[in-house]
């Protein structure tokens, strides 16, 4: 997340793309042409640098943006077209009840290019630094990939293992990200318990399921860790079976020499 939340953060503090944000304002179309091709050329070279990016964008405060898909591998057909007002998107939305915080929204499903995705969000207002007093002037959004979550999970697990996954679920219930992506971007059910749900997608199907949490304060996210607690005590239990073997044993043997 960090390195995410970390190109947002240069996109924002960038005084070149302040600088034609501020040269946008009051400017001829060809001008304003112009700056918007600087804007999402430094724009590319951010995105570039991360793998899983698959959209930024700036809206500025006239309700106008400048986006770079690329997976589309464009500036005029991205995921953002469906809007005719940007500012009625989710994340920039959200970017502004923030304040001046970064903002990270949970994995949306989105269809681009008849193929459904599932994509989650970072936003944050942009200010110019020189001028802080006329407030914000645009919000940078960048959209990644929810495969970058599911990758973090699956971090040093074997593919055979097939008794323990892990997945991340917001502080609203909402799946982040999944073993089996269909469940990304979908929120548990009111009542329904973690292990519940586990159960219900079929991933440890016929195991007996338990559920681990940890919850970081910072994203306000919890991340799961589901297993299958026979596999997990295997060991526990063999002790188990082999003390009480050995109890049977020495107690027989105490009774025939006693007798």
């Known amino acids: 997340i960090e390195i995410y939340t970390n190109l947002v953060y240069q996109i924002y503090s960038d ?21 918007y091709r600087k804007i999402c050329g430094k724009i590319q070279q951010y ?31 991205n ?26 929204s949970p994995t949306e499903r989105i269809v681009r290019e008849e193929e459904e995705e599932r994509i989650f969000h970072i936003s944050k207002q942009m200010y110019d630094f020189k001028d802080i007093r006329k ?6 959004i960048m959209s990644v990939n929810e495969t970058v979550l599911n990758s973090v999970c699956s971090a040093g697990q074997e593919e055979t293992d097939a008794y323990t996954f892990n997945f991340i679920a917001d502080e609203e219930g909402r799946i982040l990200t999944y073993p089996e992506p269909f469940y990304a971007g979908i929120a548990l059910a009111e ?29 306000g996210w919890y991340f799961y ?6 596999y997990i005590l295997r060991d526990v239990r063999h002790i188990q079976y082999l003390t009480i073997v050995i109890g049977i044993l020495l107690l027989m043997l105490s009774l025939f020499l006693i007798r």
């Open 47 to 77: 995105g570039m640098s991360a793998g899983g990016v698959e959209c930024i964008s700036i809206v500025l405060e006239n309700g106008e943006d400048i986006t770079y898909d690329f997976g589309m591998a464009s500036a005029v057909d």
């Open 135 to 140: 407030g914000t002037i645009g919000t940078v």
């Open 191 to 219: 009542g329904r318990t973690v292990k519940e749900f586990v159960e219900k997608t079929g991933v440890l199907e016929g195991m007996k399921i338990a559920a681990k949490q940890y919850k970081n304060e910072n994203l």
């Open 15 to 35: 005084n070149e793309i302040i600088k034609e944000i501020n040269s946008c304002q009051n400017a001829s179309p060809e001008a304003r042409a112009r700056a």
């Open 79 to 104: 995921l953002w077209e469906m809007y005719e007002d940007k500012k009625k998107m989710k994340p920039y939305e959200l970017a502004q009840e923030g304040a001046s915080n970064m903002v990270i």
């Open 225 to 230: 860790n589901a297993y299958d607690e026979d």
